[in-house]
């Protein structure tokens, strides 16, 4: 017979472990599941950074130091080798039909993928809610920025945001009722210097700014976890945890009463004679044993992947919450890419944070209606993917270069490397999509299936990105033969790790599927929580939203129990 | 007195990587491991080093025979060299394969070699994870 519990949610990421943390807090019997492992204890985190340093330097993906033997196989957690169409032989956990490659990856891990993303934590600008009123393209979404500004607030205070209150006030309309929580972690070195050469440069009557950039980091002791020591692992992981990560609020959801159990894999919800979900079914690993618990309210929480695999497998695959056949449908991503030049200063890349300031100016622009919005960040982390220094390395020594001449070139070259990275809007296209594989992994469940194009609103906006950062080069001086741009003749782009979209949120039942509060239309007892819900991308990374959502909607599963 | 192989593998290492000074037991270590991959490579250029290591123009001489040679027969000695370098600044090399030239996977090393690569210290920063700094550092150039 299945446990019994108020509140069911299912996946332990950030909006999993705040809604579990709140609901545990206000003394409702809470359980959390999660497909992959605990590992919440500083020695798991200390193995998690030997497994990454032992590392080769091409193996250092975002999934690398999570990687283990059955949670690959169990609870798979997508990464570079993934990023391929599929073909008959191809065993990859991602069976991609293209046209083009989805690049995102996330972490099934208890604390998801906050263990690995950068803890970049800007607020989405109130157009972003409105695309489809003010640019005549996407969506609305059904909720406002004053909506959800509270929300923010308390988001910001839960995850430990450090930033500047004067810069970030009232940027485009986002006005901030509370200031951060912490102060703005500190600007880098490189970065003030080309700060001082750029600040004030108006582009096409834009006039750039750079802003510290709010994240998700501790610029003092705050919570219990130490302030950052710069140790430049942002992505994939924090050894010292002064970068948020949602065990955090795990451990607090667990204090509070909340269960987790962990390694538990959902394999349906099933419904009830109410259509309600009435049972929620898992299968542990690697024992393969099948359990189910029993929950009046289950809030989905399991990334914009999983959440519409474990829909559409439900109901003897037939799937659930989907009359509007919206679920999986709408997948987006912020394609991104960068430019990368050699300053004619010296930036001295890899101490600090692997990112400390940006450039927002383009947040909103008079082009949306034809080209996507876009957010630059100046990476301090060398030349970023255009070329890591032990490929720097590389090609001084394949020049045959050694001691002390070999020395001198590579401090005169990696200290002087700075790349700007930009990451863009994507439009919401319903064939972009996630169904279901007929291929299954090792516990029979089917595979995602993901169609995925970068259309020409995004592509448009990459060309006249690159230009932006083109003139930036110039005015600072830079050597337009020692650039080094993502090349969009071959229609290239990376994935942010932001997955969004695929549940979207919305007034209209027929067109979404969950309502404003984040709960299902079809089924009153069940709510989706994270990315899965945006409506629209922004271009601006995803967590602070999704929490802001989250904490709202953990309000809203409160009053529905007591009502 | 006759040099030990570790020696001269030492004194190669310090010029080809320009590093004055270096850790006996990672070197130590190192030379295992190239050793391990590539046997008879590594023979024959500790070999080749151990003939001109007295010369007073050494940086020279280890570049027309070793680094840079074109002499015939020692084809594999440059690509060993660049092995030896990018062990030494990275923890990672890439073992030559049966036709002299690098493998496409890396061998890595420990944590602790990680730490120590000499890139790291060249471009006045450390490698990631290993800060060992206080907030803020990073505002100030090194």
């Given at each position: 017979m299945a446990d019994e519990y108020d509140v069911v949610v299912i996946g332990a990421g950030v909006a999993g472990a705040l809604i579990a943390w709140k609901l545990a807090d206000a003394r409702c019997n809470v359980l959390l599941l999660d497909a992959?492992?605990?590992?919440?204890e500083k020695n798991d985190r200390a193995a998690f950074v030997k497994l990454y340093a032992e590392a080769t330097n091409r193996n250092k993906t975002p999934s690398e130091p999570y990687v283990d033997a059955d949670n690959s196989k169990f609870a798979h957690s997508p990464d570079n080798p993934d990023f391929a169409l599929a073909d008959p032989a191809n065993k990859l956990y991602y069976r991609q039909t293209g046209?083009?490659?989805?690049k995102s990856q996330y972490q099934?891990?208890?604390?998801?993928?906050t263990w690995s993303f950068r803890g970049n934590s800007p607020r989405y600008i109130p157009s972003d809610f409105k695309l489809k009123t003010l640019h005549g393209v996407g969506a609305d979404w059904p909720i406002s920025y004053d909506d959800l500004e509270p929300w923010y607030c308390d988001a910001e205070d839960a995850l430990g945001v450090a930033g500047d209150h004067r810069e970030w006030n009232g940027i485009f309309g986002a006005y901030r009722s509370r200031k951060f929580p912490?102060?703005?972690?500190a600007q880098a070195y490189g970065d003030m210097k080309l700060k001082s050469k750029i600040d004030g440069l108006r582009i096409d009557g834009v006039k750039v700014r750079m802003f510290a950039l709010p994240q998700a980091?501790?610029?003092?002791?705050y919570d219990g976890r130490p302030a950052c020591?710069?140790?430049?692992?942002?992505?994939?992981?924090?050894p010292i945890q002064a970068k948020y990560d949602a065990t955090v609020h795990v451990k607090k959801a667990i204090k509070a009463g909340a269960k987790l159990i962990d390694r538990a894999v959902v394999t349906d919800l099933k419904l009830d004679g109410s259509n309600n979900i009435g049972e929620v079914v898992y299968k542990t690993w690697p024992d393969g044993q099948i359990n189910s618990a029993k929950g009046r309210i289950v809030v989905l929480a399991a990334h914009g992947i999983e959440a519409p695999k474990i829909l559409l497998n439900s109901n003897a695959g037939n799937g659930i919450a989907n009359s509007s056949q919206q679920?999986?449908?709408?997948l987006m991503d912020h394609p991104g890419g960068e430019g990368a030049a050699m300053m004619?200063?010296?930036?001295?890349?890899?101490?600090?944070?692997?990112?400390?300031s940006c450039i927002e100016?383009?947040?909103?622009?008079?082009f949306r209606s034809e080209f996507c919005a876009f957010r630059l960040t100046i990476g301090n982390?060398?030349?970023?993917?255009?070329?890591?220094p032990f490929d720097t390395l590389k090609k001084l020594t394949d020049r045959k270069l050694f001691g002390e001449e070999l020395r001198k070139e590579l401090h005169h070259i990696v200290t002087r490397q700075l790349r700007v990275a930009y990451s863009t809007e994507q439009l919401p296209d319903p064939n972009n999509r996630v169904t279901l594989a007929d291929e299954a992994d090792e516990f029979g469940i089917r595979k995602p299936k993901i169609a995925y194009k970068v259309d020409d609103y995004t592509r448009k906006g990459m060309e006249y990105i690159q230009k932006i950062i083109k003139t930036i080069f110039t005015k600072v001086g830079t050597r337009e033969d020692e650039w080094e741009f993502s090349d969009l003749k071959t229609g290239f782009y990376s994935g942010s790790g932001h997955i969004m979209g695929t549940t979207r949120m919305g007034s209209e039942p027929q067109t979404s599927?969950?309502?404003?509060?984040?709960?299902?239309h079809d089924h009153q007892n069940l709510f989706i929580a994270g990315?899965?819900?945006?409506?629209t991308s922004s271009c601006t990374n995803p967590t602070i939203t999704l929490a802001a959502l989250a904490l709202r909607a953990a309000e809203s599963v409160q009053k529905q129990l007591s009502s | 007195m006759a040099r030990t192989e570790l020696d001269t593998f030492i004194a190669l290492s310090k010029v080809l990587t320009g590093e004055k000074k270096l850790d006996k037991n990672l070197a130590d270590e190192y030379l295992q491991r190239l050793k391990a991959q590539n046997p008879t490579q590594m023979q024959k250029i500790l070999a080749e080093f151990g003939a001109i290591a007295?010369?007073?123009?050494l940086v020279f001489e280890v570049k027309r025979r070793i680094a840079a040679t074109t002499e015939a027969g020692k084809e594999d000695l440059p690509a060993m060299a660049q092995q030896i370098i990018r062990l030494w600044y990275t923890s990672e090399f890439f073992p030559l394969g049966p036709d002299g030239k690098p493998v496409a996977n890396a061998s890595s090393g420990t944590q602790k070699q990680y730490y120590s690569g000499l890139l790291w210290t060249v471009i006045q920063a450390h490698a990631p994870?290993?800060?060992?700094q206080k907030y803020g550092y990073w505002t100030k150039r090194p």
């Open positions: 992959g492992e605990k590992r919440l046209p083009n490659i989805f099934r891990l208890v604390g998801g993928s912490l102060p703005k972690i980091r501790n610029s003092r002791k020591e710069g140790n430049s692992n942002c992505v994939p992981l924090c679920v999986g449908r709408n004619p200063f010296q930036v001295f890349p890899f101490r600090g944070p692997q990112s400390t100016s383009f947040r909103d622009h008079k982390d060398g030349w970023g993917r255009s070329e890591h599927v969950v309502d404003a509060e984040c709960r299902s990315s899965g819900v945006f409506p | 007295d010369d007073p123009f994870t290993n800060s060992k």
